[in-house]
């Protein structure tokens, strides 16, 4: 059984359509992330919406993609033991958002009692997930 965590970065290059995009999502048996990827996603949606001046049907679009992708995917509420994880001290330096992206990861490893795979295009966030213990690949 093969299990993944998708961090922000990954499921927005699958709805931007980005090059480099992670490849074989399908391949995982299951899938799970952050609830925080999706306001994440959608945050970059909007900046996309009025930086790039992208008319409604284009915002339309990749929010049911982001829909669609969010459907095939276990969506882990930020619980306060996540909150607590992600405020101790990591290995390597790492941001707010994605301290709360390994800890959830973590926390899902751990009820999962199964090694899981951190997906990441971020490479600080990939160093700071392998150095807290995650398999982490993409970066």
Do not use: C
């Not at 992670?22 to 391949?27: A, F, I, R």
């Not at 966030?125 to 807290?132: D, P």
């Amino acid at each position: 059984m093969k299990i993944a965590f998708l961090d922000t970065s990954v499921v927005l290059r699958h709805i931007l359509g980005e090059r480099g995009a992670w490849s074989g999502l399908d391949k995982f048996t299951r899938l799970y992330a952050s609830e925080l990827m999706r306001v994440e996603a959608l945050r970059v949606i909007d900046r996309l919406r009025i930086q790039s001046r992208w008319p409604e049907k284009e915002v339309a679009l990749r929010v049911r993609l982001l829909t669609a992708t969010s459907a095939a995917i276990n969506v882990i509420a930020i619980q306060p033991t996540i909150l607590r994880r992600a405020a101790e001290p990591f290995p390597t330096i790492v941001g707010t958002l994605d301290a709360i992206h390994i800890a959830t990861a973590l926390l899902a490893e751990h009820q999962l009692k199964k090694p899981l795979l951190f997906l990441t295009h971020d490479v600080r966030q990939g160093t700071a997930a392998q150095a807290a213990g995650l398999q982490a690949e993409g970066f």
